[in-house]
């Protein structure tokens, strides 16, 4: 590869429209982190596709030049899913929130997890519905008091983190956007991963959580690579401290090889499908057969 092709900046990633995020907001984090990944891993502008959901994070799809979809609300994954097997030689990259992944497309992220195709998501979780002004999230802390909670929320959150170790996900980790230079390296770990990789973003929405903000987080998270004991590959470890509240870990969870989906699919051994020369395919012997 030329290497003058390969020297891209962060700023190489920006398109003409300016984010329309809230000041402070930690989309901001996130949309740094990633662009920094990018340019770490020498990956160029078309060499991948972002696919968003709805929500404030899904905005980031005029924000980000690269190839993007932004997709129905909570159906990222299943969309990402196609887009990876039409074209296994792409980096594809979900970006989607709380309300995506655990909410609406909980279902999608479960199968996802156990599928294990070689697709990176990105949860921005910021533990409400930011976009549609300030309901609660799935993730969503109990007793959070919001507008469609004004006595405050009852149920236990989802933890986003076990949900993925206990799906099946080859990689998990956890990030803060308060921590670009870490969230940016567990992004490069995350899409370098063979496999389904998982990284939940503790995210402030500055204007709609007054509880979950930089400064609850900063009092809390702590990195996992400073523990001496801890394994990555060790999958109790993974689930104890996935339920730990009052100090919170981010990096990598848990990481393990494993065959991918796409391993097993002999149509896509020799070349991507979008490869195929598909023109001298008559398609009407088929058709035929149902009409
Ligand atoms: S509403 Fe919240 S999540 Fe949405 S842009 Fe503003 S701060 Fe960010």
Same mark, same amino acid.
Do not use: R
């Given at each position: 590869m030329n290497k003058k092709e390969t020297?891209? %900046?962060p700023e190489d990633f920006n398109t003409h429209i300016r984010p329309t995020w809230c000041l402070g907001c930690g989309? =901001?984090?996130i949309w740094n982190a990633m662009k920094r990944a990018l340019v770490t891993l020498g990956l160029k502008n078309h060499q991948v596709l972002a696919v968003y959901g709805i929500g404030c994070s899904g905005n980031g799809t005029n924000f980000t030049k690269t190839y993007a979809f932004h997709s129905l609300h909570g159906r990222s994954l299943p969309v990402a899913t196609g887009a990876k097997l039409a074209n296994h030689k792409l980096n594809v990259i979900v970006m989607a929130g709380d309300g995506d992944g655990a909410g609406i497309g909980g279902n999608h992220f479960m199968h996802t997890c156990r599928r294990n195709i070689d *697709?990176?998501? *990105?949860m921005h979780d910021n533990r409400i519905y930011g976009l549609t002004t300030g309901q609660a999230s799935p993730t969503s802390d109990q007793g959070f008091k919001s507008k469609s909670t004004p006595k405050g929320v009852l149920e236990e959150p989802v933890n986003p983190i076990a949900l993925a170790l206990s799906s099946g996900a080859t990689f998990v980790a956890r990030g803060f956007s308060g921590q670009v230079k870490h969230l940016s390296g567990l992004m490069v770990e995350a899409i370098k991963h063979n496999g389904f990789s998982f990284v939940d973003v503790l995210q402030p929405c500055v204007t709609f959580n007054k509880k979950n903000t930089y400064e609850w987080y900063r009092d809390r998270v702590y990195k996992l690579e400073d523990e001496p004991? =801890? %394994?990555?590959d060790d999958l109790m470890q993974a689930f104890e401290k996935s339920q730990q509240k009052d100090k919170i870990p981010i990096g990598i969870f848990y990481k393990i090889d494993k065959p991918t989906y796409e391993d097993g699919l002999k149509q896509i051994e020799r070349k991507p499908l979008v490869d195929h020369v598909i023109s001298d395919v008559d398609i009407n012997k088929l058709l035929n057969e149902y009409f």
């Open positions: 020297e891209l %900046k989309n =901001y984090g *697709i990176t998501f *990105i004991d =801890y %394994k990555s």
